[in-house]
């Protein structure tokens, strides 16, 4: 059974940096496709960045390009979130989440495997 368990939110002004964690247990397959989502209040939840493990490519949103990095520690089961000059659209709660198979960038949404989610928020 796989399980995901996300840590390091926080609250920030703008500006500010925050990391994210997940980690994993449970997991078996060498390749698949890794990442995080978020879900503001009152709006769909989306990809910001996904990671093939096993591959190493990465995706980014746009609006987190250049900001956010995505990142994968094999040998702990990790999967981390750096977010620089975060912004206050950037308040959500983000989610770590896992499936088999390629990511597949915006579109890429895992049936099987999500975290609980750690709250971000960046006030102005």
């Known amino acids: 059974q796989v399980e995901l368990v996300e840590s390091g939110g926080g609250s920030v002004h703008t500006g500010g940096s925050l990391r994210l964690s997940c980690a994993a247990s449970g997991v078996t397959a060498r390749r698949y496709c890794m990442g995080w989502f978020r879900q503001a209040p009152g709006k769909e939840r989306e990809v910001v960045a996904t990671?093939?493990?096993?591959?190493?490519?990465?995706y980014y949103a746009d609006s987190v390009k250049g900001r956010f990095t995505i990142s994968q520690d094999n040998a702990k089961n990790r999967l981390s979130l750096q977010m620089n000059n975060l912004k206050p659209d950037d308040t959500a709660m983000y989610y770590c989440?896992?499936?088999?198979?390629?990511?597949?960038?915006?579109?890429?949404?895992?049936?099987?495997?999500w975290g609980q989610g750690t709250q971000v928020t960046v006030s102005s």
């Open positions: 989440a896992a499936d088999g198979g390629f990511c597949t960038g915006r579109s890429w949404y895992p049936r099987n495997y």
């Open positions: 990671i093939y493990v096993g591959g190493g490519s990465t």
